[in-house]
DNA sequence: TTGTAAGCGTTATCAT
DNA sequence: ATGATAACGCTTACAA
């Protein structure tokens, strides 16, 4: 900077209100000093405006894991929403664990991102790590939180209460579920099976608990497992709601293992609607929360507590679409 | 700083040396700076420290997208293998484009990065933008650039090649290949299109130009309407390349639209080996590249470079694994 | 073993 | 409209 401030025989001061396009400079000074950054390369140094201004232009985006065709398609939806509004992401992978998670707070602190948008999927409201966080929060899609943070919730209650009833439609009457087995407390599982619950009780549906299949991970192969337990059964199974639609897509393969065909021998609707859900044999039914906007909001949130940290919480809840599909045909 | 300094009644410059480790400070000296740190809460500031020493500590990885099972899965394997090293990564999508490529090198260069890794798909080696680059550039699995940048390269010609022979002891006679359209230069679609023909060649197969089916983006939908256009064509088609997996399960499902099996009626395989790859109804063959060994080696080209700018370039090709699954079965 | 001084590149403030 | 100065928090070089 002090270079092009030679070169236009200015000073530096005058540089630096070129550079931000502020008011106060006369036409030929600040040609002469955009000749002066053409001639030099000159280029701003983030390091020090940060250093100075305290902000990084940075926001941390914390998903448990950037493959996975969900957070990674939700990921570039929060990139390029940021970019828009002259943010850079930056992604933590949380592996989706409770200690992954307060490490990226940490982290973000560290880095000094100017805030974070965290997909907590293990991390408890109570947690007292949480209350350390010197900065703005979004918590995007998962956990309840109680108000304390800005909060871009899935409809999981009554997304899967869309996919159970219309499973029901269909004509099943025993319909399992395929979920997490953290079945306590608040969070995406215990919401989802909810849901189902609910579903199954409007029509008369005795929920059966030998059609409850747990699974430890949220993972294709997760998925596959619970398809060999159910298909193994004894028990009668005309339909399954899986927690997701990953899970869903391990299911399919292990009922397609065991010789059963969907939606032949039983139908199957997932919960996301990533994008290979319409390319899948069969393809998968879904719900298909609106994930370009909970991007847009989850930014939209952060940057506006940014800029004003004190405001009140607020609480979305993502609109959503039944998408039927063979799998459920 | 200051605080901890006055805190522990020591200078700033013995919290710099606790704080890094460093030898040259008493026992007793160090206990009390690490008491004081505790206390006020400490943590460096990143952007001084990056003022000061002119490193970020952050390395860019430039994608074309992240959502795409493949390139998820390589940032995920990059992200970890750089936290290692001590490095964060920021990701940037370049959206397959010559100028989100160069974009991404002119953003590593505004936001400091240490470096980059560029998965470059569009970008010709005879781009004259390349040259602006004024840090270390390690190019990730696509294009040849002809020695003028560390390269971990794709084995695109002997996986293609060892894909399309093993259709051919299979029985397949008829084999059509679904690639790109940029067939010419030096890039991921010729080398792969050369092995291909090089197999069919070595066995005595004419090659139909009738079975080169071209798309213009590595997409499944791209995959599914290429799979439309072989079955809707008259010409006998037994199997089928395809260039990528993520296209590969789009024409598993543009067969199954028209009602071709896989395997019974065209047998495929693709390249990659995506996770879903596995889970696939049926199953997808695949020439499956050691993914977590290009991360690694990427990762410790760049950073070998960050610490030795003028050392010369190296090329490694990553080793592979043909995964006979289904449908080639 | 510890401390002092200067400077990394930028910008806010105040002066001209 | 433009400039001088100081400060952001840290580290290198040198001095004690």
């Known amino acids: 900077m002090s270079d092009v401030a030679r070169l236009a025989g200015v000073s530096k001061m005058t540089v630096s209100n070129v550079v931000n396009n502020r008011a106060g400079v006369s036409d030929p000074v600040r040609r002469r000093v955009l000749d002066a950054i053409q001639q030099s ?44 509004q002259g943010f850079h992401v930056a992604i933590e992978q949380t592996g989706a664990a409770a200690a992954g998670e307060i490490d990226a ?3 973000s602190h560290t880095l000094h991102f100017d805030g974070l948008i965290l997909s ?18 979004v918590m995007l899609g998962e956990q309840d939180f109680g108000g304390r943070f800005d909060h871009v919730a899935m409809p999981n209650e009554d997304g899967t209460y869309a996919a159970t009833t219309h499973l029901i439609d ?20 215990t919401r ?35 398809g060999h337990r159910l298909a193994d059964s004894r028990h009668k199974v005309d339909g399954v709601v899986a927690v997701t639609d990953t899970v869903a897509q391990g299911v399919l393969r292990g009922l397609a ?50 800029g004003a940290p004190a405001r009140e919480t607020t609480e979305y809840t993502a609109p959503f679409e039944l998408m039927v599909r063979e799998s459920t045909t």
Chains 1, 2 share one sequence.
């Open 170 to 189: 269909r004509g099943c009457r025993d319909i399992a579920i395929v979920t997490g087995n953290a079945l306590e407390g608040v969070n995406v599982v």
């Open 105 to 107: 707070i940490a982290h």
């Open 41 to 84: 390369g000159y280029r701003v140094n983030l390091s020090a405006r940060t250093l100075k201004s305290g902000r990084t232009g940075i926001i941390g985006l914390a998903v448990p894991e950037i493959h996975s065709p969900y957070f990674g398609h939700l990921a570039a939806h929060v990139i390029a929403r940021a970019a828009q």
């Open 257 to 306: 293992d065991r010789g059963l065909r969907v939606p032949g021998d039983i139908r199957l609707i997932g919960f996301d609607d990533i994008p290979q859900a319409e390319f899948m044999v069969p393809s998968l039914s879904t719900v298909a929360p609106d994930h370009q906007w909970m991007a847009a909001k989850a930014v939209e949130l952060l940057t506006g507590r940014i």
């Open 192 to 226: 989802r099976y909810q849901g189902y619950l609910a579903a199954l009780a409007e029509r008369g549906l005795q929920p059966d608990p030998a059609l409850l299949v747990t699974v430890d991970t949220m993972t294709m192969d997760s998925g596959r497992a619970a």
């Open 120 to 137: 907590a999927v293990e991390l408890d409201r109570a947690d007292p790590r949480l209350a350390g966080a010197a900065y703005p929060i």
